[in-house]
């Protein structure tokens, strides 16, 4: 689909906006929405999307996946355009022209913004494997509750109330370990 | 002892094995945005936990060891943009472990254990040796959804790299590669040439590596490039069987002229050493030169390539016809007469 405005670029920026029940469409190019954007005509938005830099990593997977990461209409919905992460100070758009994340913190800045973009990347958007020593024992102990509590469930449904009861004391247990 | 001067299981289709894990330092902004004396600070800390006593040397890379940087690469301890990089980085090698921490490169750490042949599960145990000791002495970024934060989200969950370095003479001949690469993309995983990008590399060696790092544990990652390799390996190896039938008399020709240049040649250029190694390596690995070993072929594709040779040579090398001929020397004195 080409650029409604030029006419010579392919869009790829969609935008929506609804004023007061005055409805807005535009289909457009980068170049096209970053002047429309500076001479004020695209309300909504309050920082300008330059294209993808060419040494991003995310540059070689195409325009289409990252329209999800940087699709105006969206990031203006989140209200998270102007966001900027309070730890190094990067925006969005300084990730994106990076293609890296500033600090860890970023990770948890951004994460509404990235993770259609983490899906479309790795098929998923949530980790499985190996972790630090210490989210391990978190991780182990909280596995651990879910299971006694199943079975807590199920012994009083049972009306085991023997059984129950020791669950009970074990769980307890387990969370004053926890704390202490 | 050095990864190249021995061999591995399935050494006739595969060279070597190398998995990495990327890890960072919580509490400090990523490589793009550190600061200089951060990036020191860090430089010290992981420093003071691969230490010589545990078997680790400490090399400072900078300006005036280049070359010794860029051999490091064509061992493959560390990768060509940590030798390249301007701002402060430190290298702890254990050539002993074959394994590589690289402080400060893309992530503030990057460990990478590389082992000769096919060996996926050693490589990774060893590797979580060295993260438990990382581990248990720094704090590491990590979150319980995205697990190890990377500085590049394509590392982000497990952080981890395997790559299986695979010879496959019978198959880029065969024009197969193209359908393995279209194929291995549909399950998270990439081939890629060493010497150059697209489907037939010089030498016939290939990379085989995951691409996916979150949502998929290292186990099943692991798991995963075995059986594929694997199944390459066994493809390649059915071809090899066909061209034995067919073409043997050709083959041998081919093989036995290309260990004679080797052998006798006066010069040798990098790129003629690749190819005559990719020929005999075939030829070693059909039955068809017998005092020749893999561990010798790995050693002269790691010890003839350009930094490496210009490093250990006595002399001097300041001319391309000098370091063709130091090579065919080198060559000379590793293979048996």
Not at chain 2, 83 to 96: D, F, G, I, V
Request: net charge neutral.
């Amino acid at each position: 689909m080409k650029c409604e405005r030029c006419n010579k670029n392919e869009a790829t920026f969609f935008y929506e906006e609804n004023i007061n029940g005055e409805k807005k469409k535009y289909s457009l190019c980068a170049h096209c929405a970053e002047e429309m954007q500076n001479s004020g005509e695209l309300k909504t938005l309050s920082s300008p999307f330059a294209e993808i830099s060419s040494s991003s990593p995310f540059a070689l997977m195409g325009d289409t996946l990252f329209g999800s990461l940087f699709y105006p209409a969206e990031a203006a919905k989140i209200g998270s355009v102007a966001k900027k992460c309070p730890r190094c100070g990067s925006t969005l758009r300084d990730f994106r022209e990076r293609g890296k994340a500033g600090c860890p913190d970023c990770y948890g800045t951004f994460s509404a913004e990235l993770e259609p973009t983490l899906r479309s990347m790795h098929g998923s958007a949530s980790h499985t494997g190996r972790a630090p020593a210490k989210w391990k024992k978190k991780r182990d102990h909280a596995d651990r509750m879910k299971e006694l509590r199943a079975e807590l469930n199920e012994a009083i449904k049972k009306e085991e109330f023997e059984k129950a009861a020791r669950l009970r004391d074990e769980i307890k247990a387990m969370n004053e370990k926890e704390e202490g | 002892m050095a990864w190249y001067n021995m061999t591995g299981e399935s050494s006739d289709t595969v060279i070597s094995t190398r998995v990495r894990f990327a890890r960072n330092l919580a509490g400090y902004n990523f490589d793009s945005t550190l600061g200089e004396k951060e990036a020191r600070e860090i430089i010290e800390k992981i420093s003071d936990i691969f230490t010589p006593a545990m078997g680790f040397e400490r090399i400072d890379l900078n300006e005036k060891n280049r070359l010794e940087a860029l051999s490091y690469v064509e061992k493959h301890f560390i990768s060509r943009e940590f030798a390249a990089k301007k701002t402060p980085h430190t290298l702890l090698l254990s050539e002993k472990f074959n394994t590589a921490v690289m402080v400060c490169e893309e992530d503030h750490v990057r460990l990478q254990t590389i082992l000769p042949g096919l060996s996926l599960n050693e490589a990774y145990e060893d590797l979580c040796r060295f993260d438990d000791q990382l581990d248990s002495n720094v704090q590491i970024a990590y979150d319980e959804k995205l697990g190890y934060l990377t500085h590049c989200p394509t590392n982000l969950g497990t952080g981890m790299r395997a790559s299986v370095m695979m010879f496959l003479p019978a198959l880029t001949m065969a024009k197969q590669i193209g359908g393995i690469a279209s194929q291995l993309s549909k399950i998270g995983l990439t081939i890629r040439g060493m010497y150059g990008e697209g489907s037939e590399s010089r030498g016939s060696l290939y990379q085989i590596s995951n691409q996916v790092t979150l949502g998929v544990s290292e186990e099943e990652t692991i798991r995963k490039l075995s059986e594929i390799v694997a199944q390459i390996s066994n493809r390649e190896r059915k071809l090899r069987a066909t061209l034995k039938d067919d073409r043997f008399d050709a083959l041998k020709d081919k093989v036995l002229r290309a260990e004679g240049t080797l052998r006798y040649a006066h010069m040798l250029s990098s790129a003629e050493t690749t190819e005559l190694f990719s020929l005999v390596r075939l030829g070693v690995a059909m039955g068809i030169i017998e005092d020749v070993d893999c561990a010798m072929l790995s050693r002269i594709l790691v010890e003839t390539a350009p930094a490496t040779l210009t490093l250990t040579s006595e002399k001097e090398l300041k001319t391309d016809t000098e370091r063709d001929i130091a090579r065919a020397e080198k060559i000379k004195a590793v293979l048996p007469m």
